[in-house]
């Protein structure tokens, strides 16, 4: 099995984003991961999988897509819908580019569940990337898009109506970050969590989300520390300037009721989570304030802004297949590639949901602007001049960092990095 394959010296790669094919052809050897939220360079190790020859070093990782495991799938016109349990085996080449290297589309292994290489057929190596490249769609639009910023963005969003009154320091320092948040997890709601959606169906979404919760942590919330050390502290700018002792934080009944709302309603009171139920000091609630403005801004534009661009081909992203995961090797045709994938119907409506989810609208406010203007005081004005500052930097920074690139990566710029959750 790929487990065996791995052996202990592989980095386990629990948050695979965007798989997509090579831009050059539809169906290439390899396919490149971007990884958004995983900062990769420092996890790197040997692998003894690939001897390393000369003085290069093999960085060898795996994705997998256990969570999904044993959650049934709904049906369409009577027939069954498939989604695969995968695991994948990335490659990092002396390019820095991830390749895919091997795939077993089902947790246990046996012998109806082999392991796909590049090397195998065309007609077998390309299913396998498609089921793989389809779980992981799934679990990017349900966990890491849904539930890690639209409802976790709605948590903050009722905790702070009904716990911080509009004259309370935090309260303006978060309204601009869950502006709309609610009108569109509404629409959410309604139009993409409805019947003929993903292979999973509405049930087995709901059984993924409850059990992706159970295992959520405050520190995976939370903005890298090597990125949050590198200046970036306007949450903790203002915290400081609001409250000047411990004593402050402790007696702000409002604040205490506002993060024990997050943890009861939010977390379930889950301890192991890590979420805190109550604040003692001030670097506590800088912390908590620095990861609620990162995750619906920041964290939410890098698993929203490319879904067109990713996702509008659906072969590279089905969320729903029509044929089981194949089980043995040179089974597979063309003819059955296009039978597992979605007919014309469902294929433009997964085109058309990623079209408008990443449409750029005309009221949007991106971070760093406040075009309403909730402070008087001097100070927190300028410590927004100093973001507005910080921002401008990094767009440059990106710019020039794009300017390099074969394929830019604009997602991450100040520019299309809105407030708040609002698509
Ligand atoms: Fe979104």
Redesign the pocket.
């Known amino acids: 099995s790929i487990q065996k394959l791995g052996s202990k010296k592989v980095i386990f790669l629990p948050v695979l984003q965007h798989v997509l094919w090579n831009n050059k052809s539809w169906k290439p050897n390899s396919i490149i991961l971007i990884y958004k939220n995983t900062l990769l360079d420092k996890e790197c190790t040997e692998s003894t999988c690939f001897p390393p020859t000369k003085k290069e070093i093999y960085c060898i990782f795996l994705c997998d897509q256990k969570i999904i495991n044993g959650i049934p799938t709904r049906q369409k016109d009577r027939n069954p819908l498939y989604v695969a349990t995968g695991l994948c085996l990335f490659y990092k080449n002396p390019e820095g580019k991830l390749l895919s290297i091997a795939i077993q589309l089902s947790q246990q292994p046996s012998e109806q569940n082999p392991i796909f290489l590049p090397s195998d057929f065309e007609t077998d190596w390309l299913p396998a990337k498609l089921f793989f490249k389809s779980s992981d769609l799934i679990q990017h639009q349900t966990l890491y898009?849904?539930l890690h910023?639209?409802y976790l963005a709605e948590v903050f969003t009722i905790a702070t109506l009904r716990c911080l009154p509009t004259v309370h320091p935090l309260y303006k320092v978060l309204i601009p970050h869950i502006n709309c948040t609610l009108h569109?997890n509404i629409l959410?709601r309604k139009l993409l969590l409805s019947p003929g959606g993903c292979s999973l169906g509405v049930e087995g979404l709901m059984k993924l989300m409850r059990r992706d919760l159970s295992q959520m942590t405050y520190s995976s919330l939370c903005l890298p520390e090597n990125i949050n050390e590198r200046g970036l502290d306007f949450a903790t700018a203002m915290v400081e300037y609001y409250y000047s002792s411990e004593c402050d934080v402790i007696k702000d009944i409002e604040l205490q009721e506002w993060v024990n709302e997050i943890f009861t309603h939010g977390f379930l009171e889950n301890k192991h989570s890590g979420i805190p139920s109550c604040f003692d000091t001030i670097e506590e609630v800088a912390k908590f304030i620095t990861m609620v403005i990162f995750r619906v801004s920041v964290q939410?534009a890098a698993?929203?802004n490319g879904?067109y661009d990713y996702n509008s081909w659906v072969p590279n992203g089905s969320l729903l297949l029509c044929k089981p995961p194949p089980a043995t090797k040179g089974e597979s045709s063309m003819q059955t590639v296009l039978e597992t994938l979605p007919d014309v119907e469902d294929s433009v409506k997964i085109m058309s949901a990623a079209r408008i989810?990443s449409e750029k609208y005309t009221d949007e406010v991106v971070l760093g602007e406040f075009p309403e203007e909730h402070f008087d005081e001097p100070l927190p004005k300028e410590i927004i001049k100093a973001l507005q500052a910080d921002m401008s930097y990094i767009k440059e920074e990106i710019a020039a960092r794009n300017s390099k690139l074969e394929m830019p990566y604009t997602y991450l710029n100040p520019d299309v990095v809105e407030n708040s959750?609002?698509?």
């Open positions: 898009h849904l910023t639209h569109i959410v939410h698993v929203n879904q989810l959750v609002t698509i």
